[in-house]
């Protein structure tokens, strides 16, 4: 059985990552490192071992010495994969067809990547599956309070209010300001004029590039080339609210009937008012292909980028 949980409604549901009192198989879905590391700190390895292996280490054979042929020597440990994807198919399949006794063991298994073997497996009554899906790009302050209850610390309004004007809203550059504060100001009194010496400003916001791509789609691009090529997830969460952006603009019927506009709304009317279908349709597919080529971390794709300056 699966569920989709943003990290904050997961957290509280489960400040163990799993049910101590319900042994099973438990998949997670989780794209993002730092996520991960969360919920695998969180794990209860001292009431409950686990003996860790990689998704390539679980074979035909793998499951039938740990699970089926069972020997009085046996040990009835209890499993934790990672790189989850990395399992074939067939074996997952094999792991559900062999009717294993999950009344006393866990088994956990943590996928980095979406794929139709896992939908599959998860589909499965007998699984705990779990997806935990991405903020969204305008779910920074949420963000930021999941960050600072997963380390276990609370700041002061302040504080809050640099890291969210200076620093990208991602998982990694929040727990990277944490972690540097939690080193720097031990006793918990934040200075945040030092504070500011330590943080370099990097945060872009979405929607004044959203402004630029509307008066100039090439200058749009020339300032994204501007950004650290290396900054895959940027790059994609970019992509995808420009493909939110641009689905909103191809149905503005439901805007108009909103009884106040934002100066966002206004703009979608203006640009529905001015582009043609075709034209943001084609731009839809581009940023599709974009968005895939960050998630696959592909280096070609400033090359790309400026390819659109060329047009």
């Not at 489960?14 to 049910?19: E, K, L, R, S, V």
């Not at 034209?279 to 400033?302: C, H, P, T």
Request: charged share 30%; glycine share 2%; net charge negative.
């Amino acid at each position: 059985m699966l569920s989709k949980l943003m990290p904050w409604d997961f957290l509280p549901k489960f400040p163990a990552t799993i049910d101590p009192k319900t042994p099973g198989i438990y998949a997670f879905l989780v794209e993002d490192p730092y996520l991960e590391r969360i919920l695998l700190e969180r794990i209860p390895k001292k009431d409950i071992p686990f003996s860790l292996y990689s998704g390539a280490d679980i074979s035909r054979d793998f499951i039938e010495e740990h699970f089926v042929n069972l020997s009085f020597f046996s040990t009835l440990d209890h499993i934790q994969v990672i790189n989850g994807e990395n399992i074939p198919a067939a074996n997952l399949k094999f792991l559900l067809e062999t009717q294993i006794d999950w009344s006393e063991r866990f088994m956990l298994i943590f996928f980095t990547k979406t794929n139709k073997a896992f939908t599959e497996f998860t589909k499965d009554k007998s699984v705990h599956g779990f997806v935990l899906e991405e903020p969204k790009f305008w779910e920074g302050p949420k963000l930021w309070q999941f960050c600072q209850k997963a380390r276990e610390i609370n700041l002061p309004s302040d504080v809050s209010r640099f890291v969210l004007d200076s620093l990208e809203h991602t998982f990694e550059s929040f727990f990277w300001v944490i972690d540097t504060i939690k080193m720097n100001f031990p006793d918990g009194s934040v200075n945040p004029d030092e504070l500011k010496t330590m943080v370099k400003k990097e945060r872009w916001d979405f929607f004044e590039l959203i402004d630029i791509f509307n008066e100039n789609p090439k200058r749009f691009f020339s300032e994204v080339l501007k950004k650290d090529d290396r900054d895959y997830d940027w790059l994609r969460a970019l992509f995808a609210m420009m493909q939110t952006h641009l689905a909103k603009v191809l149905a503005p019927d439901e805007l108009r009937q909103k009884p106040k506009l934002s100066k966002y709304d206004q703009s979608i009317l203006v640009v529905s008012e001015k582009w043609s279908r075709d034209f943001v349709v084609g731009y839809m597919r581009m940023f599709s292909d974009l968005e895939i080529m960050a998630k696959s971390r592909e280096e070609l794709i400033k090359d790309r980028l400026r390819l659109e300056l060329l047009k």
